[in-house]
């Protein structure tokens, strides 16, 4: 077949969410897109904050392909960086704000960082670490008032103020020129060896928040409350998404749930994202009230419970659940609600509700396979390791070969994910890799252990882990938090309930009533911590 | 900056439509998929025959590239085309079945198709024709039992059902090995000229397919009814975007108002596609009643009037106003609706909604130009000629490089529609480049009369063109149809009404009322012929 085809130009334009500025700018100009206390910046003022700040980043000597650290709460000076630092040619990367001051280090270090913007209140956390990075060239300081804390006068640099008087107003192309460059990096610490680089490229970027908006239903009506951390996978590609759709942006400096429900009910917020726990505490607030509108929650990090189902649902929430990684651009999978699930009862909906679903509207799909990489049969039953491809994988680790081809091994990206494939298609995680509990060679997915507990009256939040076990090689271990309130149960109460539920050598030997679990600055229950107390002083648990 | 990449394949895979269908096969296989009378078939069963017909097709000698002509009413075997064709390997040409006979053998001609595949009540258009056209190797027939008509005894080839007993079920790749690999050939028929083949790649049709998604609304639970016909732009690119989202495909051999009324109450239609004229169509049945849920009326091919506005929005359908080009697979531009329209009285916000607007979601955006390639002045007076660029824009025309380069000179595609550009960054066209009257060195905007007649009242439907005048060169003349039961107005009525809109020089000249309008099959009036009859014997017209 003879094409005729003229310049590529004309008919095929590199994919980059900074279109997505470009335009609501232009077609949104007096919208609200940013509402962070009495601030407001509407489309026109955000994409001028971004043009200015990308002027003054390249002032400050940031080429093409040069790294831009920010290390921020999720403030408006966040959400600009999403597009201000690609706009001016560079490479997002923003660190999660619960690291320990070494860990920021070693991000910095490695990222090979030339520009960082840092909140006065994270001072503490770069304080000391500046003095030795070479690469480092400029520290921009934002003090919030919101923050409540002022500059500490150790470290160096200059302010907010004085990075965007280096900028200047004109306009700057939306465009790339390879949809393949990297738009973002973003560090996951890996519960073993060091914090790894996930890039991501400005096409998967795209394509990612046309699949949210469609996933999680957003319109130019959507009012989105950051409760999800900005630093974490760019927040799920949203900070470009809502921005695609000319929704607002409600800014929220700290995870609270009084605060929370006054944007609820002040801002008529329409969307957010979290993890379970932090519906739990939404639905645990006193303000708990039953909303005048739906709330569309993209839940992810972990199934949610049938609890927070109900309470949710209950309070006039729209569940959407979805699965991903850091590696695959936040949300990968996505749990497609089914047209007779509606009619079914909580409890069963809640069961068909908490699998992690399928691959979303843009991804290849996704398999769960055995060692040899063959698929797993599709039987609810059969353990395999979750495996994806595609425009919605990162493009690699950076400055890290074997890390990148380890994922990459056999052509696919591997999640580290355990889970097994329902004969509908549906994945259903049930561990880990590192979580999953290997006693007397059975395989115990700590995920199924923890939903029998869940389902005890009175349970607020329940995390199971392995500690050892001379026997057995390890065995199930379960820390309990009770609803204010309540009773605890004994440890025997609980055993002979799980008991009720699921075959009797998954139930914990030992259960602790405890007040409260370690977190994730995502949300993320850290098992990890859990376990490494468990384990303090044995070497012979396999599984990092 | 090191970037460390390891094999695309695993990040970076082609964008194609083919993979909606595979997914949804796959995530929906219960789901309706197609409904066409009685006959219904589910995702597992249109993926299932997709399949069949591109081992089919295979088998038919279609090897990448070659092309395969569809000449078809909107019948699910239309439909299946649209993901078998390339599944194949080939490139659909869906023939626009309002073409005379000529016109379909010089497009099987021109295309080389090697397999054409026919309705038997359109064996009229190629009875004649087939004995010629050395690149055609097998005719295969529909007999549709709707279509109430038998083969012609003379129409070559073999049946539809002898077609799929040379297929088989083996699985095939949702794949494509080149995202810009050409997926269709859509003949547009110029008003001038030979027709000219706009060639779609696979990358344009998935990025289209997600931005209709987005703008429409469309879900899970969209049932669409097909009454924009699928051989214009593979139906602006919706059998792939109903498909992605899994919805329903409700097919409709011809658009007859009461059938329409009929599946709106039987089907549960929530969405349909549309030219003003077969709104105006649906909104005039006598089966016209209130909607006990909205329908989602996504309009093009003209900017829908207030009546239609006014009398759609009364029945419950919710307008979505877009505007493209068969060389924009479709819809390009769309009238975002701003947050404040909805308090706006019927006139105002009719007359916003009229508007073409603003770029889609993943488009560049639109610029309005003048003869320079300089935008014309944001001031909604200045005329200039609407240009775009970009991935939905076609890769060119099908073997006709000099008509490719002359579309795409300085580097964007020239639509030939002529515009003013508002303050707010709307497109409002005045015009085909064709259709302005030039009188005595002014222009004069066709629609702009056309509007101001449709305000007076009783008039359904209006048409103005030029005719040739001694003084002036050429004035205006109106067509004007007449509501049903009511009095015709005379011209010096509607002349006089006229000059109370616009500048007295813009009033027709000459009214004729007439019982209807010529029209295509995408419900556009055919202004051409009546402004053919106007010039027949004169040799001035300049604009062709």
Known sequence: MTATTASPDVWSTPLTPLAFLGRSAEVFPDREAVVYGERRMTYTQLSAEVTRVAHALRACGVTPGDRVAYLMPNIPEMLVANFAVPLAGGVLVAINTRLAPPEVKYILEHSGATVLVVDAALHDLVDSGLGDLPELRHVVTVTDPAGGVQPSPTVPGFSYDQLLAMGND?????????????????????????PKGVMYHHRGAFLNSLSEIIHSQHTGRTRYLWTLPMFHCNGWCTAWAITAIGGTHVCLRAVDADVIWDLFDKEGVTHLNGSPTVLVSIASSSRVHTLDREIVVTVAGAPPSPTVISTMTGIGAKLVHVYGLTETYGPYTVCEVQVGWDALDIRERSRLMARQGVGMIVTDGIRVVDEHMQDVPRDAETMGEVVMRGNNVMKGYFEDPEGTADAFRGGWFHSGDLGVWHPDGYLELRDRAKDIIISGGENISTIEVEAAIDSYPGVLEVAVVSHPDEKWGERPKAFVVVRA????????????????????????????????????????????????AEWAGHSSRVQG
């Open 485 to 532: 309130g309540e009773t605890p149960p004994t440890a025997a109460q609980i055993i002979a309930h799980v008991r009720t539920q699921i075959a009797h050598y998954k139930a914990p030997d030992q259960v602790e009533i405890v007040e409260s679990l370690p977190k994730t600055a995502t949300g993320k229950i850290r098992k990890v911590e859990l376990r490494e």
């Open 170 to 194: 004109e306009s700057l192309p939306w465009t790339v020129e390879d949809e393949r460059s990297t738009i973002s990096i973003n560090y996951t610490s890996g519960t073993t060896g060091r």
